[in-house]
């Protein structure tokens, strides 16, 4: 029966996240198809630029500037984006629609309602980074580059981790508050500060309290160089978790509108 | 099952200083449809989103088929139907997946039963729920509420949108239902969307159970209409102090007189002058029903009806215009 919720969820999210993984997936691909012919011209670009404006830019990342504005900017703010609004209206979007008060009176808990939608979104973000990776591992094969596979995969779950954090943080706003407009823009307005913090603290020699921001935990390793960071891994992960949690109890405890 | 479909006790919640629903005492027994009555606003889907456990009592408490509300609401949803007032689907999907989708939540259901609900009430399943009309979509909601065959149906403002032939089968539906010794829960605004399926009604007003009675008993209590023309016009004070009489609007050759009880007098007192025709109007409820929710505070309904006979007006009022 919860199978059943969750197929549902599924259905709903598909397109959007077809479309975003597709998307994120061939520009991936062109990204390091160029990267190579690229990177000669901006290491000379940026090679005397200090290493700080240097993480900044992106360019001292392995694959040079292309790969590094992939990795650092791109794929993260559009799989974030997506997160923060999939993630908000993944509970509280019922609401609005008014299409909680059918669902919530089939016997079905609250419970098994939010975790169907958290499985959902975090598929649907699951789905989205698979495609992101398989177009930066289908460029590998056919042009090369400086990145193996497994340090390509490593980035990418980094990411998919940042993802879901921020996925579940929406979905805890929404679920506590029932209004996807509130949950989208405080976990936007999050997501923006937090993404902020990790990149200018460092330059204003702040460097520490940019670990309070979860982007450090996803682009902090470096793990296009360095790989799985088990333990940043583990900080995004807890973080999510920790957002589930609230959400499962903040949601139980409400009235319900719509 | 031996116990009360629907028991609540002091049921009350707040939406911060306003009381929605003011300290309900409700009782609904097994077996029986029962009308719930009131204008839009007076508190009952906020009543019936308090038995299905979509919200939280501020105070109170209640049991739905012997299970309370709080404690053992997943087991109380597995044994309702509810259809929503001012219901939503998912407009993306069709009227069959719609229904699909309910069935699987619930473990399955008789598809047979299925395919008898739609074609009895004419629902069309093939295409999204976003093109049907509100009618169409009411039907989806019907099916999914009855497709179980629940013990207890749960219908808020089910006739919304139903043209008058789906009404009636509605209507025989939920006759079925009784007839199975199962219970229907039914909201309205309107008492003759009620009054000819409710064995008993409860009309709320301002959040507060103001009345529950028998349909019949209702019926019996009401007033009822009789419309003379006479030959010549008559003076205004014709029906004056006539036992009965609530009310009584004349102009000219025409008389319109509400009344209770017996009709003898009155027809005593119209015969004094020539009648040339005269027509009698059915019970109305809804006068019993406007005089119950109407506000003493301020004589005005908050359905906009005015002019209208209240039972409470002063045995000799009889007020001419």
Known sequence: ?258 | MTEAAIHTSGLTKYFGELAAVDGIDLEVKTGEIFGFLGPNGAGKSTTIRLLLDQLRPTSGHGEVLGLDLRERSLEIHQQIGYLPGDLSLYPKLTGRQTIDFFARLRGGVDLDYVEELAQRLDADLSRKVGDYSSGNRQKIGLIQAFMHKPALLILDEPNSGLDPLVQQTFQEMLREVRADGRTVFLSSHTLSEVERVADRVGIIRHGRLVVVERVDELKRKAIRRLDFEYAEPVPEGVFAGVEGVRAADIHGVFAEVSYEGSVNAVLQAAMTHDVVNLHSRDADLEEIFLAYYRDPNDGDDPQGHTGRPAPSASKDGNHVR
């Open chain 1, 1 to 258: 029966m919860s199978a059943e919720l969750l197929t549902q969820e599924l259905r709903h999210r598909r397109n959007g996240a077809a479309v975003l993984g597709l998307v994120l997936g061939a520009y991936a691909f062109f990204a390091l198809a160029i990267s190579g012919s690229l990177s000669q011209t901006l290491d000379n670009l940026t090679k005397n630029m200090p290493q700080a404006l240097k993480a900044f830019v992106g360019s001292n990342v392995p694959g040079g500037y292309v790969v590094g504005e992939t990795f650092t900017l791109i794929a993260p703010i559009a799989l974030v984006a997506y997160a923060v609004v999939a993630g908000a209206s993944a509970v509280a979007g019922e609401e609005r629609d008014r299409t909680m008060s059918i669902l919530s009176a089939q016997p079905v808990t609250r419970t098994r309602i939010l975790l169907a939608k958290a499985s959902g979104l975090a598929l649907s973000l699951l789905a989205v980074t698979a495609l992101f990776w398989a177009g930066l591992a289908l460029a590998d094969l056919a042009y090369g580059s400086q990145l193996t596979s497994g340090r390509l995969a490593a980035g990418t779950i980094h990411l998919l981790l940042l993802g879901l954090a921020f996925a579940a943080i929406a979905l805890a706003i929404g679920a506590a508050t029932g209004r996807p407009e509130v949950a989208s823009s405080v976990a936007g307005g999050i997501a923006v500060a937090a993404y902020l913090s990790n990149a200018m603290l460092p330059l204003a020699g702040l460097g520490r309290w940019a670990k309070l921001s979860p982007w450090y935990y996803a682009l902090g390793s470096d793990p296009l160089r360095n790989g799985l960071d088990l333990a940043h891994l583990g900080v995004l992960a807890g973080l999510a978790a920790i957002a589930i949690v609230v959400a499962v109890l903040t949601f139980r405890r409400r009235d319900l509108k719509g």
